[in-house]
């Protein structure tokens, strides 16, 4: 991803009559017009059956304790380690702004799915390693590209558990993307022409700036500590908890995720950020991370969120984290990313930035609540943040619904050539249009077949049942069946796997 473009949402087209909002997931294909903006104001909510014929669970919830069962993804392959399960990162970083120097100590909780001889990493070759332990005793590294392996003194039994400490520094470089999108040329941490530094990393990069296991099916744990200069602040996922000013005058900002987060979902970014304060929904602590000159421009923008939160509330449950956020990263930055509590946004003023903010928002939710366990089913996140989007323009902008659907159904002609059926899109074509637009029509068809007040118990529950969890198609199916207590993989099969756009469901 370059530097114009941390996350997938973007080029702004404008008509005669309208400001047409191209929402592109990764290839713009997403149409929002622009009638009349609400945004400053609570929106006219669409009337939802109320209370809604939500249900209870059918089984467990997922654990919160950072445990997984972590799968090999089929799509990218040569990123993860299905054997072990990391349960708690605790990162210690440092940024050197005038010499790009990033310094960092990594101490990993490691349990082990399946018999190992050690621990297996991904880690950029681009970052030296200085000291390794596997439980307190050194061990020699052995590294092989962007592979980091600590070998064990001996076998490493099922469910045993180990710590696995590296000590490391460098100047991070960007991992290659792999898609085709013009305004995304690298993924990872990312330093900008103000030696400030930030990451994204979808499907995968974190590597590039901690040693993890960077595949969606291993959720875990965060505790992040991040050392900026004097003027600088150090900005990640979760609760801000403490600040401690150095004798040198820099600050360290403490940070802690309570709910487990995929690698992928990880904020970092340091810069000359000013911090402003807010509170969502039921006292929700929200910070906002602005560089000063971007202050008047971007503050209402990221001020909308508590109403935001709280409509999204309404339709899909409680918000599921503790604590949220904005950090708006560089200047030519056109899009977004939705790092876990701490959405990574440009600067994107106006109604194009409310939009592009709800969407964010709505993948807090769809795909950093509950996340896909490998990314052959990254439509389970964006066609729900996709139909968020459309209810958004609905409700906020007083777009006409049909002409909404309309557009949708005109890209996924064009998407699904280029990209293939979003159930099984081509790998060198990550996050292109298709895994938007057709998963949402497919939303769209299954509220026309159960009507309204099942559907939206239906996108409630679905989150709210699997929070904290990773999921996949096959799991999503059999809930929706048995919850709806119909079979409808027909519809879901069409709108996935058709390589040409299905009709329009009216």
């Known amino acids: 991803m370059a530097r114009r473009a941390y996350g997938y949402r973007v080029p702004i087209i404008l008509t005669a009559a309208v400001l047409a909002v191209a929402m592109v997931a990764m290839v713009g294909v997403i149409t929002i017009a622009v009638v009349r903006s609400r945004t400053a104001d609570r929106p006219q909510t669409t009337a939802l059956p109320w209370p809604l014929p939500t249900q209870h669970p059918m089984g467990p919830l997922p654990p919160t304790d950072g445990s997984s069962q972590p799968v090999a993804d089929p799509v990218y392959p040569g990123l993860g380690n299905p054997s072990i399960d990391v349960q708690h990162y605790k990162l210690a970083l440092s940024w050197t702004p005038a010499q790009h120097r990033l310094v960092g100590t990594a101490t990993l909780k490691i349990r082990i799915v399946r018999p190992v001889d050690g621990i297996g990493l ?11 332990t596997l439980d307190g005793r050194p061990v020699d590294a052995v590294r092989t590209g962007d592979d980091l392996f600590l070998p064990a003194e001996g076998p490493l039994g099922a469910s045993s558990v180990v710590t696995a400490l590296i000590t ?3 100047t991070p470089r960007e991992a290659s993307f792999p898609g085709t999108r013009k305004d995304v040329v690298g993924l990872g941490a990312m330093i900008a022409e103000n030696d400030s530094i930030a990451a994204v990393q979808e499907p995968y990069g974190a590597f590039t700036w901690f040693p993890c ?5 291993d959720k875990a744990l965060f505790d992040v500590t991040i050392t900026a200069p004097a ?10 908890t403490a600040t401690t000013v150095l004798d040198d005058g820099s600050t360290t900002f403490h940070w802690h995720g309570a709910q ?5 979902l990880l904020a970092f970014a340091v810069d000359r950020f000013e911090r402003f304060d807010d509170t969502g929904p039921h006292g929700l602590p929200l910070t906002y991370w602005i560089r000063k000159e971007q202050t008047d421009q971007m503050l209402p923008v990221l001020r909308r969120t508590p109403v935001i939160i709280e409509w999204l509330e309404h339709r899909f449950g409680p918000y599921p984290f503790d604590s949220g956020g904005v950090v708006i990263v560089p200047n030519d930055v056109t899009s977004a990313m939705e790092t876990q509590t701490m959405i990574s946004m440009g600067a994107i003023p106006g109604d194009l ?9 709505a993948h807090q939710w769809f795909g950093d609540s509950i996340t896909p366990s490998t990314w052959r089913d990254l439509w389970l996140n964006e066609g729900f943040a996709t139909y968020a989007d459309m209810l958004y323009s609905v409700d906020f902008l007083e777009r006409p619904q049909s002409d909404l659907i309309d557009s949708w159904h005109d890209a996924d002609r064009d998407a699904r050539v280029l990209a293939g059926p979003p159930g099984n899109y081509d790998p060198t074509r990550f996050a292109s249009g298709n895994v938007y637009v057709g998963p949402a029509l497919m939303l769209h068809a299954l509220r ?10 239906i996108l409630h529950d679905w989150v709210q049942h699997h929070r904290y969890g990773t999921t996949n198609r096959a799991e999503f199916t059999r809930w929706l069946n048995a919850y709806v207590g119909q079979d409808l993989t027909p519809i879901l099969d069409l709108w996935l796997d058709a390589t040409t756009t299905p009709d329009l469901p009216r």
């Open 353 to 361: 930035g409310g939009v592009v903010l709800a969407h964010e928002l």
């Open 260 to 264: 487990p987060s995929a690698t992928y």
């Open 448 to 457: 026309l077949r159960v009507g309204d007040p099942q559907f939206f118990a």
């Open 231 to 240: 003027g600088w602040s150090g900005v990640s996922s979760g609760l801000l």
């Open 213 to 217: 296991n960077d595949q969606p099916s």
């Open 168 to 170: 490391y520094s460098g």
């Open 122 to 132: 991904d880690f950029a070759a681009a970052l030296a390693v200085h000291t390794t």
